[in-house]
C-alpha cells in the first residue's frame, strides 16, 4: 500500500537535510501533525490558477470571473468532504484555530459550553463567561461519554454546546464523537468537532456523525498555510455579529446623521470580510478531494507504518507512550513518547541534527493534556506519520532512539544540549 499512495497521491517532499557530522541524508519528516507536505496535485493546482487569481466576487473582468468561480466551487468540495446537510454553511477561515474562535463569537447569549480540560488550545481557550464546563479528561471512552451526559445534565436550561476534538493531536487516540453527538442531542446541545487532527485520517461526516459543527485546518490536510474552514449549521452564525467588519460582508452601507447604518449579509460572506484567500481555499479543496478520492489506501498506509512504529517503540528501553485512554481506540498515527533519562527537546534535537529526523517536542498547544500525561517533565517527544512517511523513516528513529539510549544522554558533537540549527 505504501507504494500505491505514494503513486496515487503523491506529495511534495523536501528531499536531503544536513547533518551535524558534515554529511546530508534523506529528510525523515515524522512531524505530519504539525503541519502536512503539499500534495503534487495541490502544487499543480495551484500553479495553474496562479496567472489568474484576482478579486472574487467584485470584479467583472474574467480573472475575476474565474476566481469567483474556484472560490464558490472549493464551498462545494468542502461542503461534500465533510458530509453537510442543506442547512450546512462553509465559511472560509485562516485556520482551525480561527474558525472556533469565530464559532465562540457566533454562540446565542448564555450558550452553556462543555468540553474536556485536554483540548488542544485552540478548542479550549475561546469560549467564555460563566457557562463553560471544563471537564477534567476522563481515563475510558465510556467514562468521557458518561462525563458529557453528567455535565449536560447540570447545565443551566439555554443553548448548549459540546465542543469535541476528534483525534489528540498528543496521542493520536480518536475519541467517540458520534456517541458524544447522541448525548449532546439528547440534552438539546449541538456538537462541534475539532476536526484539525481526524480529517487528514479519516473521512468525517456530519450527517454521519450527527455532529452540527465541523472546523479544519489546510496546513494539515496536505495544502499550504493560510486555508482553513468552519462547515455546519448555519442558524447561529446568520444571526451571529459579523466576526470580522469590513467589505465584503455588507449588502449596504448608509451615512446616518449620528454614524452609519450597516445591513449585513446573511450567508457566509457576513464573516469573511476583507479580500479572501482564494489560492488558499483552493489549494484546500483540491487536498480534500484528493483524500476523499484514497481513503482505503491512506488508512491502509497509515495502519500499517503505525503498526510498525508502535511495535518498534515498544523494544526501545525505558520509553512509555503517552496516552488519553486506558481502553484501546481508533488511532491516527500520532504517537508521543517520554524516554527515561532524556530531556525531550534534547532527544529531538539529537534525531533531527545526527539522524535527519523531524519530530516535535514540547506540550503541543496542549498543556494541560500533556502533563497530565507525561508525568514530571510535562513535555514529550511526538512522532506523526502520514503520506510522506516509509518505512525506512519508522526504521531510521527506533535505531536511532535505541542507539541513543545506548551511548546515554551525551551530546557528542560539543555542545551540552539545545537545539542543533543547520
Ligand atoms: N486542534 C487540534 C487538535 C490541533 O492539532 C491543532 C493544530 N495543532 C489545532 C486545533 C489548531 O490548528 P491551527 O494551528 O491550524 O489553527
Redo the contacts with the bound molecule.
Sequence with gaps: TEIRVRQDIPAVLGTRVPLVTGGETGYANLDH??SAPCLAAVRDAVDAFLPWYASAHRGAGFASQVSTRVYERAREVLRKFAGARDRDTVIFTR????ALNLLARALPRHTSVVLFDTE?H??LLPWRGPNVVRIPAPRTRLAAVAAVERALAGCPAGPRLVVL?GA??VTGETLPVAEIAAVARRHGARTAL?A??LAPHRPISLTGLDVDYVVL?G??LYAPFGA?ALIGRADWLRAATPYLAGGGATKAVTRHETGVGVTWHTGPERHEAGSPNIVGVHALAVACEQLGAHWDALEAHEHALLERLRAGLAAVPGLAELRLFDDESDRTGTVSFTLDGFEPGWLSAVLSAEYGIGVRDGA??AHIATRRLAGQGAQAVRVSLGLGTTEEHIDRLVLALRQIVARGARWTYGRPAGRWAP
Design positions: 501533525a504539525a485556520n482551525t484555530t480561527d488542544h485552540a478548542a476534538t489528540s493531536n475539532d484539525a487532527q485546518s496546513h494539515k482553513g503541543f498547544c
